[in-house]
């Protein structure tokens, strides 16, 4: 079953753009990324999944039903982590997570707890004298403390420490192996790849390409890295090879063919290193954007 | 009921601070009143006024020498206050939540819009009722010393009290409505007090004159005439139904509005 149906969905600010026609479907139980550069309509996009915004178009549903219609009744089943929080700021961080919990259909206190002691978060304290980093924290126990079935993050990681990152990772996968579908918007794709099973790419309000993340990693190129004495860069220069550079005694290049034809070429020199390795995301998005 | 108790709390020290700011102005008010009290002096030198003026200042219907004449006369400072507080309150309530930028949150749980825009009507009009009350204890005490007061006098501070009710609920109906409709959130509470005090004036204008008489069904402040509260101790019916059609409209108007736009972060 598919979660999240987004169907020609579009969405301008007057006549600015924020999205235009965009189509996908995240499946239950995995975590989708959605990547691309700030401006690009992730947030537009989320904000529509919420019914913080009206589509001009286009219709989203979640659990198969509209985001508009059913809004109230879909998000007692969605945790929503924005890129940046706002609470009011006077309340202490204990009543302001008792007060989200309130709006719940069950008994949210024990997981409440649990989700505060595992992200070492000071429940005590006021909102507005919390840092940055420990309001996310708030934000990340408000979000998962009704045990949501899906999880709507957006650039999640602003302003956690690497140490907090990890935490809230294996946070992440847990609730996914506990059944919970993760919807995962954010332009750090090391983060992306290191937690998705599909990614969606966006550029300036369109879908450019929907995959698995092992396909655009392997199908697409090879990163090859050859270090030898001598070595002549046109030699390599075949179909196929893009990003050729020369870079003292090294030579490295994308590679996208049959891989024979490449392995054929290197053994024609006496090499001193070689390495052929799966691109990142990063230089995969790079050639995406250009 | 988790909202409207928030929100209660959230707005009590707005509460307080408007309590004081009424208190004082009964203190200082009424002590004036000391120097007014039974002096014929005073009397002459009103005669001598133009009537525009009089009008102006609501003088001409009241006696400035008896304490309900005098209490007639700061019946329209009370009404000025009590609806600045309450149209504040209103537009506020609603817009604090785009300003500072926690409808990502609010807005993001599991809960109507109309049910939000209720909770904060009602927790708005709680603090409406609570600071009349203030108003009308602190008028009570204030009052106390002065040997006139009879029960001619608390009857009809009874019922400029139910009138200044129906105007805050107005006013607050009114905020209420462009917190909800407006777009530029930060403008709200500016255009309700600019309408407020637009209508504030409207009001002694169409007192000044019997040809702009008409221009009293567009201000509020005119609905309730203290003048015919305190010699005819009644309500105009056609004005109680305007206060009721204004409060539903707007009301309707805020619910249909806020449930069918786009909310700016």
Redesign the interface.
Same mark, same amino acid.
């Given at each position: 079953m598919s979660i999240i149906e987004v169907t020609n969905l579009s969405k301008y600010y007057g006549k600015a753009r924020g999205i235009e026609d965009v189509s996908f479907n995240v499946e239950e139980g995995e975590i989708f990324g959605f990547i691309g550069p700030n401006g690009a309509g992730k947030s537009t996009t989320i904000r529509l999944f919420l019914a913080l915004i009206y589509p001009t178009s286009g219709q989203a549903k979640i659990f198969g039903k509209d985001c508009i219609e059913f809004g109230p009744e879909i998000r007692q089943q969605i945790g929503y982590l924005p890129s940046e929080v706002f609470y009011y700021d006077k309340m202490k961080v204990i009543d302001l997570l008792k007060y989200s919990a309130s709006f719940y259909d069950r008994d949210c206190t024990q997981r409440m707890h649990e989700l505060a002691d595992y992200m070492e978060l000071d429940v005590k304290r006021k909102i507005n004298d919390l840092s940055y980093g420990n309001k996310k924290k708030v934000g990340i126990v408000q979000g998962l403390l009704h045990q949501p079935k899906l999880i709507v993050l957006d650039e999640p990681t602003s302003g956690l420490d690497p140490l907090m990152q990890q935490k809230f990772f294996s946070l992440i996968r847990d609730e996914n192996e506990r059944g919970a579908t993760v919807f995962f918007s954010s332009h750090i794709l090391d983060e992306v790849q290191r937690l998705c099973s599909r990614v969606a790419i966006i550029k300036d309000g369109g879908i450019i390409t929907i995959e698995d993340i092992k396909t655009l990693q392997k199908d697409n190129y090879k990163k090859v890295n050859i270090v030898a004495n001598g070595l002549d860069a046109a030699h390599f220069d075949v179909e196929g090879v893009t990003n050729l550079r020369r870079d003292d005694g090294a030579v490295q290049f994308f590679y996208k063919g049959d891989i024979n034809v490449i392995t054929r070429l290197i053994s024609e020199h006496d090499i001193a290193d070689l390495d052929i390795e799966d691109p990142t995301l990063e230089e995969i998005f790079i050639h995406y954007y250009q | 009921m988790?909202i409207f108790l928030?929100e209660l709390r959230?707005n009590l020290k707005s509460l307080i601070i408007w309590g004081v700011i009424v208190s004082l102005f009964v203190a200082v008010g009424f002590s004036k009143f000391t120097a007014y009290e039974g002096n014929p002096e005073l009397l002459a030198i009103l005669d001598e006024m133009p009537p525009a003026i009089l009008s102006a200042f609501n003088f001409e219907a009241f006696n400035l020498t008896t304490i309900s004449g005098f209490y007639g006369v700061m019946f329209s400072y009370f009404a000025l206050i009590l609806s600045v507080a309450a149209v504040m309150w209103g537009s506020d309530i609603i817009t604090k939540e785009e300003r /500072?930028? !926690?409808?990502?949150?609010s807005? !993001?749980?599991?809960?109507?819009r109309g049910k939000v825009v209720t909770a904060k009507t009602l927790a708005a009009a709680v603090n409406c009722i609570g600071l009349l009350l203030i108003t009308w204890g602190a008028v009570l005490v204030g009052t106390s010393y002065f040997e006139s007061t009879n029960s001619d006098y608390y009857q009809f501070v009874a019922l400029t009290m139910v009138a200044l009710f129906l105007l805050q609920m107005i006013f607050l109906a009114i905020g209420v409505f462009l917190g909800c409709t407006l777009k530029h959130y930060k403008r709200a509470t500016s255009v309700a007090v600019a309408i407020l005090l637009g209508t504030f004036f409207l009001s002694i204008i169409s007192g000044m004159n019997e040809n702009l008489a008409f221009l009293q069904y567009l201000s509020p402040f005119k609905y309730f005439d203290p003048a015919s509260l305190l010699h005819e101790a009644t309500f105009d019916p056609v004005f109680l139904l305007l206060t009721a059609v204004i409060v539903i409209a707007c009301v309707a108007g805020a619910h249909f509005t806020y449930a069918?736009? /786009?909310?700016y972060?």
């Open positions: - | 988790n928030r959230a /500072d930028k !926690t409808v990502e949150f807005l !993001t749980l599991p809960v109507r069918r736009r /786009d909310l972060i």
